[in-house]
């Protein structure tokens, strides 16, 4: 069975309440029929009732809850609730519903914080930066996590290496400027994201241009003390590096630069240096091996939020609906 697949099964059989805050995107539309349809999740879509006409034209919406934000009966919850997480930050009752009413990935992250949602998917027409920001600002991380990153759960056609052709690639998606101690971090919640997704143990590499040493920069420092931090902080992970690609996914390459290493020749879990590195990475797989690439999914989010790319289709909001129920069932 394709891996999405597994994952709309594995949503099925715990039905999640997931927001959709574009009503202003046909795709939303067309995906939240084959949601409703497919029994993935249920659904909420926010919109008023000439947002929904104008988008949502010929759409049968039955089954699926509308919220239509000018007269939504929770709306002052909300309103409070934005206000208290981040009044100190200079929000005010005004300012609170002026940007809920103006971006509903505001009112949506805050409909999930006030638990009348499990999860929001966004970003079919808004960029990664618009659609994740309310979600750190609003739900913040999880206990003991200091920063959400991004995955891709990359499943390579014809391929025998990580776990039958199933990778995470992380952070393909959020962090600009990465430590040793935030790729550390990745590489702890890079093994549980592979873990619940895929089923089976994380072998995490942590990339670089040079195996075990081969090369001295301070680049190659960071990515070596990362291991051993992630290994302090994560210890229950097979974590090693630093590995060069070939080295973390070839038997025959691990065994002449990396003998003695847990993770060389068998890596089904890899750690980007850097933002750049990850997000270049996952586009060439995706490209040219025709990969399918499925997120970004964010990681060490307090609750499921989960980006799309613009341009996405129907399906590919279905399969992050999907992804987000899985991971709301992983939280309660
Ligand atoms: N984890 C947790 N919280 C974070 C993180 C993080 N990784 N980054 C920022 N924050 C919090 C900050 O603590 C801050 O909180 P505060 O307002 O309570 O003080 C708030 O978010 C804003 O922080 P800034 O540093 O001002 O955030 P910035 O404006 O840099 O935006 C963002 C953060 C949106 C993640 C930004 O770094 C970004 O745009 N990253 C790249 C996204 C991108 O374009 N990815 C590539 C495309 S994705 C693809 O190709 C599929």
Redesign the pocket.
Known sequence: MAFIDTIKERARADKKTIVLPESMDKRTYEAAVKIRDEGIANLIIIGTPEEIAKHGAGFDLSGITIVNPLDDPNQQKYIDKFVELRGA?GVTPESAKAKMLEDYMHYACLMCKCGDADGAVSGACH???NT??PA??LL??KPGI?????FFLMEVPDCELGEGGLFVFAD?????NLNSESLAEIAGLSAESFEAFVGKKAKVAMLSFSTMGSAKHPDVDKVANAVKIARERFPGIDVDGELQLDAALVGKVAELKAPDSPVAGQANTLVFPS?EAG?IGYKLVQRLAKAGAY??VLQ?LSMPVN?L?RGCYADDIVGVVAMTAVQAQAQK
């Open positions: 930050k960029s990664t930066g994740i920001l750190l600002q913040r991380t200091s920063s959400v990153s991004g393909c998606a959020v962090n600009p933002l997000n997120g970004p060490g980006d790319s």
